[in-house]
T-cell receptor, first 112, second 114 residues
């Protein structure tokens, strides 16, 4: 069993829809949680970065972390065709830890 | 501010050869991490360097090695290349390391082994 599970999709939704992307994890020691967006032929781009449980909002993006359920989510409101990409969740431990553990990534397509 | 720069962008090698990839971190960042991305295994951590010292290492064979220079630039080397080494190799940098520091990625070097 992988440490971080993420549905690879593909996920296809119409423009303007609310998108929900999720990851579950098994190691309760994870403390920092990230979402990256990766376009074809590009490196991952950091979208959201959160510590511990709770919500964080940035524009059309909201990240949620529920440590009790070992579950994290990314919501995209008013989705745009330019949001079409692969979304990767990642997480790491506390101080001194630089190893990111990634989910498989979800391939998302927003249809105009 | 320039992002993480990786060179070259593409490489084609044959089995048994060796290869060196280069990474220049964001200015002021002192921690550099390397990852391998493949369709089957996704993104996997190779190693991390800080102040010219390897601090963390992933579960890869000894053919994969790296180093960091005093200006924080980093190189990774893969010796005796195998077909399975075909992948996108990504470099990420952060300010000083530690879980509280977000990592920023370059666009990678795509390595193809024939």
């Amino acid at each position: 069993q992988k440490e971080v599970e993420q549905d690879p999709g593909p996920l296809s939704v119409p423009e303007g829809a609310i998108v929900s992307l999720n990851c579950t994890y098994s190691n309760s020691a994870f403390q920092y949680f990230m979402w990256y967006r990766q376009y074809s032929r590009k490196g991952p781009e950091l979208l959201m970065y959160t510590y511990s449980s709770g919500n964080k909002e940035d524009g059309r993006f909201t990240a949620q972390v529920d440590k009790s359920s070992k579950y994290i989510s990314l919501f995209i409101r008013d989705s745009q065709p330019s949001d079409s990409a692969t979304y990767l969740c990642a997480m790491t431990f506390g101080q001194g830890a630089q190893k990111l553990v990634f989910g498989q990534g979800t391939r998302l397509t927003i249809n105009p | 501010k320039a992002g993480v720069t990786q060179t070259p962008r593409y490489l084609i090698k044959t089995r048994g050869q060796q290869v060196t990839l280069s990474c220049s971190p964001i200015s002021g960042h002192r921690s550099v991490s390397w990852y391998q991305q493949t369709p089957g295994q996704g993104l996997q951590f190779l190693f991390e360097y800080f102040s010219e010292t390897q601090r963390n290492k992933g579960n890869f064979p000894g053919r994969f090695s790296g180093r960091q220079f005093s200006n924080s630039r980093s190189e990774m080397n893969v010796s005796t290349l195998e077909l399975g080494d075909s992948a996108l190799y990504l470099c990420a940098s952060s300010l000083s390391g530690g879980g509280g520091q977000p990592q920023h990625f370059g666009d990678g070097t795509r390595l193809s082994i024939l």
